[in-house]
C-alpha cells in the first residue's frame, strides 16, 4: 500500500476527530468575520462563533445553499479580498446564473494535495503518463486532476476533453497509462477503440473517472473495453473540485479526505441529521478552505457514509456511490425516478444487444405524465429481424417495471443516433418544466 501522507490518512479517527473540531472552531469563527450570509444565518439562529466547540456543535450551525451562491455572484461569498485569490472556476448548472468559486494559493496546495492522494492510493507515481480528459477552463475536472498528477510527479498529457479521435491516437502514441475523464465519455472512447480493433496498443492502466453518477456494470464494461482498473473520483466545485473524495485501490467506497472536509447525512426534507449508514443527502462543511469556505453546504447528491475500517488501512470513512441528485430525481406519476436506476436495467438485461447510451424522455398529456425512454441498439441488433428487437424492447420494459414500479415506452433507437457528450451525459428531457 502507498500512501502520501501516512501519518494523516491512517490517523486515528479520535485524533481525527479533534483536528476537525480545531479547524472547524477556526472555519467558523474566520467565516463569521468575513462573509456576510454566514454572519446573517448565525444571527438569525441566535449563534455566536463561540458557541462552537468542535464537532459535536456542527448540528447546530445553518445550512448554506447553491442559491446563496447565485444571490452573492460573483464574489459575495468569498472570505478573502481578492489580490489573494489566484484562481476562480465556475459551474453552469441548469438553470440560471452561473455560480463562481474562488481559491487562495494554499487552497490550490489542498486541492492538489487532495488529488495526488488519489492517485497514490490508486498506486500511481512519477513513472505514468496521464491524459487528462477532462475539460480544461472554467470547469474544475481539468485542472483540479492537472494539479494532482504533477504533484505525484507524474507526466501529465493536458488533453482537455473533446476530438474523439486525436484523443484515442494520443493515448496510444504517447504511450498513456491513465486517462481521467467523465464515465460516459469513457465507455463512448471504449467503442470507439473496440469498434476500431486499438484495444492492444494501448498502454492504459488506470482510468479515473467522475463528475456524474455511474453503477457498477458500467465499471466493468469499461474496465473490459479499455482494458485497465476503473475508479471513482467524486467532488463538487463549490467544495473543491474533483478530489474531495475518491476510491482507494480496494475500490469499495471514496474514502472523504476528513481532514479537511466533514461529511453529514441529512433528510433532505426535514434537515436531520441521520443515523450512521443511512441514505441522504450529502452535506459538506469544508475545514481549512480559505477563499471559499463553505459551512454545512448542502449538495443534494443522495448517498450514504460508510464508517467501517478500509482495508487500505485508511481510516479516512467511506462514502458509496452517489446515486443520483436530489434535483435530478424526477418524479413520474407520483414514483420517484432516478436516471441511474434506468442505467442499470440497461446494463442489466445487455447481451451485445443494446449500448448503454440513452436518454430518458417525460412530457404530460391530458394530465398524465408520458415516460419514454430510448435506448441504442447495437450493430449486431440492428442487422438482426424485427422479432429480436421487439422480444429485446419487452425484457427492458418488464425489467424496468420491476424496478420502477411504473410503465415505460421503451423504444429502440438506430446505432449513433443519441447525442454523445465529451463531458457530462444529458439523459433526461423533461419537457413538463417548459
Ligand atoms: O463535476 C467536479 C468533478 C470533476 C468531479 C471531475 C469528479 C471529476 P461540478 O461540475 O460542480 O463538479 O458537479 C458536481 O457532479 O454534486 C454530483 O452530483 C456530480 N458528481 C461529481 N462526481 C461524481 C461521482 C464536478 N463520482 C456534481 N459520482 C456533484 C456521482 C458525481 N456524481
Redesign the pocket.
Known sequence: MAYLHKEIETMPREALKKLQSERLVAQVKRSYENVECFRKRMDEAGLKPEDIHGVEDLSRLPFSYKKDLRDYYPYGLFAEPMKNIRRVHA?SGTTGKRIVVGYTKNDLDMWSDCVARMLTAIGMDENDIIQVS?GYGL???GF??HGGAEQIGATVIPMSSGNTALQIQTMIDFKATALCCTPSYAMYLGEEIERQGLKDQLSLKYGIF?????TEDMRLQIEDKLGLKAY???????VL??GVSCECECQAGMHVWEDSFIPEIIDPDTGEVLPEGSMGELVFTSLTKEGFPVIRYR???ICSLNYEPCACGRTHLRMN??RG?SDDMLIIRGVNVFPSQIEEVLLKVSGGEITPNYQIVVDRVNNTDTFDVNVEMSERLFADDVKSIERIEKIITSELRSMLGIGAKVHLVNPKTIARSEG?AKRVIDNRKL
Open positions: 459551474s477532462f470547469f474544475t475536472g483540479g486532476l467522475g463528475a456524474e453518477p455511474w471513482d473520483i467524486y467532488g463538487l466545485s463549490e473540485g474533483p449538495t443534494r447528491d456511490k452517489p441528485r457530462k
